[in-house]
């Protein structure tokens, strides 16, 4: 079964400028999620979509936006782009609402974005 | 609000030498308290949930046991391979999101 597949790999952008960034589910999973891993900091919650809709965000400025579409892959986006944007950013999919194991989240490899 | 501290920072053990990480929290109400390994530059591969107090599971030669306010993450035996970082996470009740700790760094020397 594939996992998490998330592109590209590496990112490279200049302050100002706009990043987007994607990600595949796990099939069958409905519910994707967006964590920033900064160097030295732990993995802080941006995003999470299920079904098409936004269902929550952390504590992040509105440059930090995203989608999902009817296959359930979504697409993160910052805009405005600023030096401290550089971080390992993590999409993570479980099954969606539910107890148990529908709470498991299984993360990617990550997108690597450098802001120059 | 929602914490989360792991201890030690980094751990160097020798293979072979069995030792615990640590995994204290606050949460308003726990859904679930999440285990991953993560390797360097990769993302953060599921290890374990565990739900309630007294709870434990064990995959290899780790094992994870949870009581009302820590986690401990029980390596027996470690081989080189095990080398890792592993982060701890909780999910409060009525919420998807994780809150991580940041991390217990371990090297497993031959």
């Known amino acids: 079964e594939a996992g998490v597949t998330q592109s590209p790999t590496h990112l490279i952008k200049t302050r100002g400028q706009q990043a987007t960034l994607r990600c595949s589910p796990i099939?069958?999973?409905?519910?994707v999620y967006w964590y920033q891993q900064a160097l030295g900091l732990g993995l802080q919650f941006l995003l999470w979509y299920d079904e098409g809709e936004e269902r929550n965000r952390g504590n992040f400025p509105p440059r930090f936006s995203g989608r999902q579409f009817p296959n359930y892959s979504s697409e993160l986006n910052v805009n405005a782009l600023e030096l401290e944007d550089s971080a390992l950013y993590l999409c993570?999919?479980?099954w969606g609402l539910g107890e148990g194991p529908y709470n498991e989240q299984f993360f990617g490899p990550g997108t690597r974005l450098t802001v120059l | 609000e929602d914490q989360v501290t792991q201890s030690p920072e980094a751990l160097r053990l020798q293979e072979g030498e069995s030792s615990s990480l640590n995994c204290s929290y606050t949460?308003?109400?726990?859904?679930?308290l999440f285990w991953y390994r993560q390797d360097p530059g990769k993302g953060p591969e599921f290890l374990f949930t565990?739900?309630?107090a007294g709870e434990e599971k064990e995959k290899e030669r780790l094992k994870a046991t949870l009581t009302k306010k820590e986690s401990f993450l029980h390596i027996t035996a470690p081989k080189p391979e095990d080398s890792a970082t592993y982060l701890c996470a909780v999910q409060a009740t009525g919420f998807q999101k994780l809150v991580f700790g940041t991390g217990t760094r371990l090297l497993v020397s031959p």
């Open positions: 565990l739900y309630s």
């Open positions: 099939s069958g999973h409905t519910s």
């Open positions: 993570a999919s479980s």
């Open positions: 949460v308003s109400g726990l859904r679930g």
